[in-house]
């Protein structure tokens, strides 16, 4: 199993030059990947193509891009321009986001998401891979043909939790990216339902990228505490909420990756029996001095690199 880092609303250096380190010392470190949110922050994808000029070896990925927010055509424009500044290591990662957010934050209507993501991946996955798309859904249509010819192999993955969202997946995409997904869900619910999928579509197995929060500390309690007010939030969604009922939790919190370095690497490996290929881990920090608990959790991670 594959090892990155994830910043999101939680570890991100926040300005432009500083994101571009973070790849950059990611890659230092060893880590296979480097993925990143993709909304109210800066431009990521510019991020990863300022990146990818410097960076020579790790690979790059939105987690996720809104599809909102873009119409398909711009999506597939922008995400090829970042494949061929990362020289083929960027992998697009799109999801629908969520009601409230689209709604409230984006004035737009939510409307019949898992057909507007088969319609919309179609679109992208044609023009990311041909160059050229002519397509009549019921939501979208797109009729181009871009010019460049610099175009890389594009992986693209999708936020999918649901079953319509693992068949489209699996079908069409190269896997999916998870996030409040605990082991128990990866084995008994994410997985056979992309597998499926991928076997009926004739394509090979799918990519599972499983995104955690993660904090090694001695202290559980007040570790468990930190992550309940960083992401005790995402229980009130209802994708998210429906994960945890599979895996018979309560708390976001409790989807967090807590304990020392032993009780974290048997965690790890757990997700790597029930099924996912990549960790993308959210690291966050915990105690009186955030910043040596940070490198503590990295140190960690960084040690486990080929060894899970």
């Known amino acids: 199993m594959k090892i990155g880092l994830f910043i999101g609303s939680i570890g991100s250096a926040g300005t432009v030059s500083g994101q571009v380190q973070q790849v950059l010392e990611a890659e230092q470190d060893g880590f296979d990947s480097f993925w990143a949110a993709h909304i109210m922050d800066a431009d990521i994808m510019t991020i990863f193509s300022l990146a990818g000029k410097i960076a020579t070896k790790i690979q790059m990925g939105t987690a996720v891009t809104p599809t909102f927010l873009r119409h398909p055509i711009a999506m597939a424009q922008q995400a090829i321009t970042t494949s061929s500044a990362t020289r083929g290591r960027f992998n697009l990662g799109m999801g629908v986001s969520h009601k409230p957010v689209v709604e409230n934050r984006f004035g737009m209507k939510f409307h019949r998401p898992a057909l507007h993501m088969q319609e919309y991946l179609e679109i992208v996955r044609a023009l990311t891979a041909k160059g050229s798309v002519d397509y009549e859904g019921e939501i979208f249509s797109a009729t181009t043909k871009f010019t460049g010819s610099d175009q890389h192999h594009l992986p693209i993955l999708i936020a999918a939790l649901g079953p319509r969202m693992l068949q489209t997946a699996g079908r069409i995409a190269d896997g999916t990216i998870t996030w409040m997904a605990g082991p128990e869900t990866v084995r008994t619910h994410i997985v056979p339902k992309i597998q499926k999928a991928a076997t009926e579509a004739g394509k090979d197995s799918p990519r599972i990228v499983v995104a ?42 409790e989807m967090a990756i807590i304990g020392n370095e032993a009780e974290v690497e048997e965690k790890l490996r757990a997700f790597a029996t029930s099924g996912a290929t990549e960790i993308a881990a959210q690291i966050y920090p915990v105690g009186l001095d955030p910043v040596a608990s940070v490198a503590r959790s990295r140190a960690l991670l960084k040690h486990l690199v080929g060894r899970i």
């Open 212 to 253: 955690v929060p993660l904090a090694v500390s001695d202290d559980k309690p007040a570790a468990f505490k930190k992550a309940s007010e960083h992401f005790e939030r995402y229980g009130d969604l209802p994708s998210y909420r429906a994960m945890l009922h599979i895996e018979g939790v309560e708390s976001p919190a």
